[in-house]
């Protein structure tokens, strides 16, 4: 069974431009979730799409957005890039409710210059 | 801020020695989960502990979960050098749909 997978691996990106990071969820599971890793730092919630819905996002600006497609994949959105935009997003997926263990997918590492 | 922390902040030990990290966190919960994250990659999920839970086993890794102090414990028995990674702590409650994690703690295992 193929895991979660995140693209691309790495992103390079100047100030004010946009980036788009996609993840695709273990097949069966319809939640996805987004989390940003700064350097040297936690996870932090971003996201939470479900059958299509956004249902939960974190205290993040609207620059940062995103959608989840009927095949569950998703899609995460950053506009305007600022520098500490730079970070490792990952993705996650769940089978059923939230709270429950998720899977995450290997990141996708954004610079921004 | 709902983040929890974790402590010690770096562990350093030799193969063989037990490793235990604390995790602390500031409100009510339904489940508590540990993860290890290996070199800045992705997450793997080693356990959950729900509330009404007070201690739980998978393997070498025993779990412990105090609400009244609301803090957590993780302890990795006979560290082997695989073992190296940074472990984070995770809340879950139902009334913020999210999960959040604490700040980690870097594990090395030296062989």
């Known amino acids: 069974e193929a895991g979660v997978t995140q693209s691309p691996t790495h992103l390079i990106k100047t100030r004010g431009q946009q980036a788009t990071l996609r993840c695709s969820p273990i097949?069966?599971?319809?939640?996805v979730y987004w989390y940003q890793q700064a350097l040297g730092l936690g996870l932090q919630f971003l996201l939470w799409?479900?059958?299509?819905?956004?249902?939960n996002r974190g205290n993040f600006p609207p620059r940062f957005s995103g959608r989840q497609f009927p095949n569950y994949s998703s899609e995460l959105n950053v506009n305007a890039l600022e520098l500490e935009d730079s970070a490792l997003y990952l993705c996650a997926s769940t089978l059923g409710l939230a709270g429950g263990e998720q899977y995450f997918g290997p990141g996708t590492r954004l610079t921004v210059t | 801020s709902q983040q929890g922390e974790e402590d010690p902040q770096a562990l350093s030990i030799q193969e063989g020695e037990n490793a235990t990290m604390n995790c602390s966190y500031k409100t009510s919960i339904n489940n508590l989960q540990w993860y290890r994250q290996n070199s800045g990659r992705g997450l793997v999920h080693l356990i959950l502990?729900?509330?009404?839970?007070r201690e739980k086993h998978s393997g070498r890794l025993r779990v412990t979960l105090d609400t009244s102090k609301k803090s957590s414990s993780l302890l990795i028995t006979a560290s082997r050098a695989a073992d190296t990674a940074s472990y984070f702590c995770?809340?879950?409650?139902?009334?913020?749909?999210?999960?959040?994690f604490g700040t980690g703690t870097r594990l090395l295992v030296s062989p």
């Open positions: 995770a809340t879950f409650f139902r009334g913020f749909q999210k999960l959040v």
């Open positions: 799409y479900d059958e299509g819905e956004e249902r």
């Open positions: 097949s069966g599971h319809t939640s």
């Open positions: 502990i729900r509330s009404n839970e």
